[in-house]
Every structure is written in C-alpha cells, then in structure tokens.
C-alpha cells in the first residue's frame, strides 16, 4: 500500500448514529401538539423512501439541509397538513442537532497518524454537502493528515464517477494497483475503485456481514480502521 483513500462518513466519523434520536428531538421541539407523534412516523417512512432512489440521493444530498427540509414536506403533505414554516424549522433543529452529536470513531485519530508514520499517502474521498462536509474535516482536525480532499460539492461529481478516483490517484501521484480505498458503501468504497484496480476495503463496523443479494466482493472486510492498520502494515 503506497496509498489509502478513505471514506468520511461512517468510516471516519460517525454519522449515523443518534440519528433517530435527533429527529425525534427536532420534530418535538419544533411540532405542535398532536401532530409530533404523527409527523415522526411520516417522517421515518419518508426518510427511507426519500434516500432509496438513486438518481434523488445524488441531487439531494450535495444540499443536505434542503434535503431534510423536502424529507418534513413530503411526510407533512402524506398527512394531509398544511403548516407554513414548519419543515425548514424542524430540518434546521435537526441540522443543528446533527453536528453537535457526530464524534470522530474512536480508532480514527490514532490509525490515520499510524499511516502517516509509515510513509502511506492520504486522500479523504467524500460525497456530499460542501460546507458540511468541510465543517466536519476543520472542526476535527482532519485536514492535517490528507494529502489530498476531494468533497463532491466542491469537485462537483462524486463517487461511484471514475473521475473522482483518477483525479485522486493522479494527484498523489500514484497508480492504481497501488493504492487501497476503505469505507463502509459498497458500491462507492469497494466496487467502483476495485473496477480500477485499487484493491477494495469494506469496513463493516456493524459486523452484520455483506448482504445476501449483493455480488460485490471487497478484497477484505474489517470492523475497524484498527484492524485496517493491521492489515495494510
């Protein structure tokens, strides 16, 4: 491994967890009464619909705060309640919410500066938000260990495009069969860079095992960016 691109979300930092929590905090903040209980149910069964369309996920989520704001709009239009102001306040509460609960992974710190140590170059590869997504590389100290960042937002095209990968790679100078990209999406951390040639990481920190259905294969699958450390040298 002469370099590891990696993954932010749910490989670096932790985004998904307390995330129900924080809707349902949002929505009873900010809901009248009568209506919270409701409007979180509509909520969840949105938010699942909302995200499992491909083509929607890719124009939504470089405009995460819109996109919860739609997510509130579309639950409060299946209940049938028309209420002025209330899915840009709920999707700001629960914006502000989310930022203050994301922690780095425990692991994060101690296994980025373990590649540092042994010489292996370092790109941060990341879909999503330009201004959230670098708020979180500045506000946990990440940018000092990246040679290279590369946000969707900012680039303008993010994974599972081919260019996102070869302009990485070109940037650290480096070829592909000798770089590894890690993190937690299978089709964007594994399958797309294994098309390529770099050698595919899964990191499952759930432990819950690849899916039945699908016939993506990772060159490894580790729970931990520790145990990545342990397996690149």
């Known amino acids: 491994?002469?370099?590891?691109?990696?993954?932010?979300?749910?490989?670096?930092?932790?985004?998904?967890?307390?995330v129900d929590a924080d809707w349902e905090a949002a929505v009873a903040a900010c809901a009248p009464a009568g209506l919270d209980h409701r409007l979180l149910t509509a909520i969840a069964e949105t938010r699942r619909w909302f995200w499992d369309d491909?083509?929607?996920?890719r124009r939504e989520r470089v405009n995460m705060l819109g996109a919860w704001q739609h997510i509130v709009?579309?639950?409060?239009?299946?209940?049938?309640?028309?209420?002025?102001?209330?899915?840009?306040a709920i999707a700001r509460n629960f914006a502000s919410r989310r930022r203050e609960a994301m922690r780095l992974f425990p692991d994060a710190v101690e296994s980025?500066?373990?590649?540092?140590?042994?010489?292996?170059?370092?790109?941060?590869?990341?879909?999503?938000?330009?201004?959230?997504?670098?708020?979180?590389?500045?506000?946990?100290?990440?940018a000092r260990f990246f040679d290279v960042i590369l946000i969707e937002g900012e680039f303008g095209v993010g994974k599972p495009e081919e260019i996102v990968y070869r302009h990485v790679l070109q940037a650290l100078d480096t070829a592909p069969e000798e770089a590894w990209m890690a993190g937690d999406h299978l089709e964007f951390d594994v399958d797309a860079p294994?098309?390529?040639?770099?050698?595919?990481?899964?990191?499952?920190?759930?432990?819950?095992?690849?899916?039945?259905?699908?016939?993506?294969?990772?060159?490894?699958?580790?729970?931990?960016?520790?145990?990545?450390?342990?397996?690149?040298g």
């Open 112 to 142: 980025l500066e373990h590649f540092r140590r042994r010489g292996v170059s370092l790109a941060l590869v990341t879909n999503g938000d330009a201004s959230l997504q670098r708020d979180k590389v500045e506000r946990h100290g990440l």
């Open 1 to 18: 491994m002469r370099a590891l691109l990696l993954d932010l979300d749910d490989t670096l930092l932790d985004y998904s967890g307390g």
């Open 194 to 232: 294994q098309r390529l040639g770099l050698h595919g990481v899964w990191i499952d920190r759930g432990g819950h095992g690849l899916p039945a259905t699908t016939r993506i294969r990772p060159q490894r699958i580790v729970r931990s960016l520790r145990e990545l450390t342990e397996a690149g």
């Open 73 to 88: 709009e579309f639950a409060l239009r299946h209940l049938g309640v028309e209420a002025d102001g209330l899915a840009p």
């Open 54 to 57: 491909p083509e929607r996920h």
